[in-house]
C-alpha cells in the first residue's frame, strides 16, 4: 500500500510510519479533540443561574425552592471556614488612573465569619460581578424625579428599593454567595440579625439551593420573622438581644459546620455592591454628582465609588449619613473605624463601622460626607411617597434628605443621581413616620380654645374651619380638667391644611375670633 508521500507501508499498524501522511493523520485528530473542547465548552458556558433557558425569566432561580430545612439535618453538614482561600489579611487595591494600592493590611481576628482573602478590588472585578449577578438581581430604573423643579436641579432616583427582597444588599449578597466553593455551598450558611443583609441571605441562599439558617433575637418584629421564613430559611428565636443570636449562631455554627455570615467589607462583597455604580453610570449620561447612605455600613458607598472614578474621576461622590450618627465622619477623622449603637429607626447607617477596607475606599474616592437630622429624613421620606409612590426607609431616604434640607448648595443646576436603596419599612413605623413628617411639614396642626357652654359656640368653630377649607382630623372638648369659669369648657383640635402659607393663614383667622387661642408648636 503506498501513502500519499510515495512511501509504503503496512495497511494499519504502519500507516503513521510515513511523514507525511502521519503529520495528515495527526492534524485530523486534534481538530477532532478541538472540536469536541469547544462543544464542552459551549455547554458549560450557560448562566449559572439557568436564567437563560425558555420559559418566563424573573428574579432568581428558575425552577423549585429547595425543601424546607429540618432539625435533624443540623449534623449533615461537614466544618468549612474558608472562601476562595483561608487567608485572613485584608488588603485591597483599587485599579484607577494612577494605579495606587491601598495599603497597611489589616488582620480581624475576632471576626469568625467570611475571612476575607488576599484579593486586590479592581475595576474589572466589579464589571465580573455584574456579568455574574446579572441574572440574579433586577437592573433597577433610574428615573428622573418629579422633584427636580421643586429643588432646582436635575435628580434622578436610582430605585435600588424595588430589589426583590427591597434592598441593594442583594448584589453582595448574590455574588458572595455564587463565589463559595461547591462543597460550601452544599453544608450551608447561618446568618445573625434582621436586617437586609440577612433577608438578602434568606432568599438567594434559598434560590441556589443553599442551606440556610436565621437566628434572630425574640424582640425582632413578627413581620420580618415571617419574611425570612417565606424566603426559604429556617428561622431560629433566640436571645433576648442580637448579641445573644449572633453568639449563639457562632455555637450552631461550630458545632454543625455551618459558615458564619455576617455583613463585612470583603473584596467580593464589595464588588457585588459596586455594581450599581456601574448601573448609574450607564443609565444617566453626563453626571455631575452622586448621592449615596453613608453611615456604618459603607461599604455599597465605597464600592460605587471605586466604579465612578475609575469611568470618570469628574463625578463628585457624596455620601450622607444620620447627624445623630455621624459614625463614618468621625472614622475618617480618628483613621479608624469606632463603634456605635445600632437604631431601629436607622438601622444600617447605624451602628459600627464595620471594614477599614472600606473606609479607605471612602476616604480616597468619596468627595464629600454630610450629616442630615432626623426631621429631615422624614421630610424626605413623605416627598418619595407623594412624588414617586415610594414608600422607603431611613436608610432609602437619606440620600435625599441632604438636597431638601439645602446641604448641597454647589449642585444647584446639575445632574445628580441619588441611591434609593432601602424599602423595608415596617407598617407600624410607617404610620409614625408620616404623622410626624406632615406635622414638621406645618400639615397638621394642633390648636385649643376656651368657649362657652352656649348652644352653637361649636358650630362656629367648625364654620371657621370650613372657611379656611381645612380638614379635621380630631377634635375634643374637655369639660373637668379647666382651670377657668364653671360654664367654660376647652376645645382642642387637629386638622390639616395644605401647606406653611394655608397653616399661617389659619392661624390668624383663629387669633382674630379668639385671642386665647393656644396654638401647639411642634
Not at 485530523?28 to 469536541?36: P, S, V
Not at 482561600?85 to 495599603?103: D, P
Amino acid at each position: 500500500m503506498e501513502c500519499a508521500s510515495g512511501g509504503k507501508v503496512k495497511p494499519l499498524e504502519n500507516h503513521s510510519a510515513c511523514c507525511g501522511c502521519r503529520d495528515r493523520f495527526a492534524k485530523k485528530l486534534f481538530a477532532k479533540k478541538d472540536e469536541c473542547i469547544v462543544r464542552k465548552l459551549d455547554t458549560s458556558a450557560h448562566c449559572e443561574l439557568r436564567c437563560c433557558t425558555e420559559g418566563p425569566v424573573r428574579n432568581g432561580l428558575i425552577g423549585q425552592r429547595a425543601p424546607s430545612i429540618n432539625p435533624e439535618r443540623l449534623k449533615d453538614f461537614g466544618e468549612e471556614d474558608y472562601l476562595n482561600g483561608g487567608v485572613k489579611t485584608w488588603e485591597m487595591k483599587i485599579i484607577s488612573h494612577n494605579e495606587e494600592l491601598l495599603r497597611d493590611p489589616v488582620v480581624r481576628p475576632e471576626r469568625s465569619s467570611v475571612p476575607a482573602y488576599n484579593k486586590f478590588i479592581r475595576f474589572e472585578d466589579i464589571s465580573a460581578a455584574a456579568f455574574k449577578i446579572q441574572c440574579g438581581v433586577q437592573k433597577t430604573p433610574c428615573t428622573y424625579s418629579r422633584l427636580s423643579k421643586q429643588y432646582g436641579l436635575d435628580i434622578y432616583l436610582k430605585k435600588e428599593f424595588l430589589q426583590y427582597t427591597g434592598s441593594v444588599k442583594e448584589r453582595g449578597v448574590l455574588y458572595l454567595l455564587m463565589s463559595l466553593q461547591q462543597d460550601q455551598q452544599r453544608k450551608g450558611v447561618i446568618v445573625a440579625s434582621d436586617t437586609n443583609f440577612s433577608m438578602a441571605v434568606a432568599y438567594h441562599a434559598s434560590e441556589h439551593q443553599i442551606p440556610v439558617f436565621v437566628i434572630m433575637s425574640t424582640s425582632t418584629l413578627p413581620a420580618r420573622v415571617k419574611m425570612c421564613r417565606e424566603y426559604g430559611a429556617m428561622v431560629i428565636s433566640y436571645g433576648s438581644t442580637a448579641r445573644d443570636a449572633q453568639m449563639h449562631a457562632k455555637r450552631l455554627a461550630q458545632e454543625n459546620g455551618y459558615l458564619y455570615l455576617e455583613e463585612e467589607d470583603s473584596s467580593v462583597y464589595l464588588s457585588g455592591l459596586g455594581t450599581m455604580g456601574l448601573e448609574i453610570y450607564e443609565q444617566v449620561p453626563k453626571l455631575d454628582a452622586v448621592i449615596f447612605p453613608a453611615g456604618a455600613h459603607c461599604g455599597m458607598l465605597a464600592g460605587s465609588a471605586a466604579a465612578l472614578k475609575h469611568l470618570n474621576p469628574h463625578i463628585s461622590v457624596i455620601g450622607v449619613e444620620s447627624e445623630s450618627f455621624p459614625v463614618l465622619q468621625q472614622s475618617l477623622k480618628i483613621g479608624h473605624p469606632v463603634e456605635d449603637q445600632n437604631h431601629q429607626f436607622y438601622r444600617d447607617v447605624s451602628g459600627p463601622c464595620f471594614g477599614t477596607n472600606s473606609l479607605q475606599l471612602t476616604g480616597k474616592f468619596v468627595d464629600k460626607v454630610v450629616t442630615v437630622r432626623e426631621e429631615d429624613i422624614l421630610i424626605a421620606m413623605l416627598r418619595l411617597l407623594e412624588y414617586e409612590r415610594a414608600t422607603v426607609d431611613a436608610e432609602g431616604s437619606i440620600g435625599l434628605a441632604a438636597l431638601v434640607t439645602g446641604k448641597l448648595p454647589e449642585l444647584k443646576g446639575k445632574r445628580v443621581a441619588v441611591a434609593v436603596c432601602s424599602g423595608n419599612l415596617e407598617l407600624s413605623l410607617m404610620r409614625q413616620c408620616i404623622d410626624r413628617a406632615l406635622t414638621l411639614d406645618n400639615r397638621v396642626c394642633k390648636f385649643s380654645i376656651l368657649i362657652s357652654d352656649c348652644p352653637g359656640d361649636i358650630s362656629k368653630l367648625l364654620a371657621i374651619l370650613a372657611r379656611e377649607e381645612t380638614r379635621v382630623l380630631d377634635i375634643k372638648q374637655e369639660h373637668m380638667y379647666v382651670a377657668s369659669d364653671l360654664f367654660t369648657s376647652e376645645v382642642m383640635c387637629i386638622v390639616e391644611t395644605r401647606d406653611k402659607i394655608h397653616t399661617a393663614q389659619l392661624r390668624n383667622a383663629l387669633l382674630d375670633c379668639y385671642p386665647m387661642m393656644r396654638w401647639m408648636e411642634r
